[in-house]
């Protein structure tokens, strides 16, 4: 089952967090090892933006609590260590 992974971006329009759901885990982990654009959106403003790099790193942190819940989990493990992605020590 492919769960939308939920994060949180700041627009940087209204300048408001707006909680993003148009990726699931597995596509966050793909674009965060290949350094892909993340997009974020805000229904308010209508305007979509890449996120900074340090929501990027705050990300994969979020990612790996996420994924535990993934139907996927051991899969999306597997691909982080694949990539030797450096992740930070919670
Ligand atoms: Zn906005």
Redesign the pocket.
Known sequence: MLEPCNFPAM?P??K?V?YQSRYTCRSLVIRLTDGRVIEAH?V??N?SWPISPQERTDLITRVQWSATGCADSSALLAAWDAERVQLPTV
Do not use: M, V
């Open positions: 627009c329009k209204c408001d707006r805000c308010i403003c305007t």
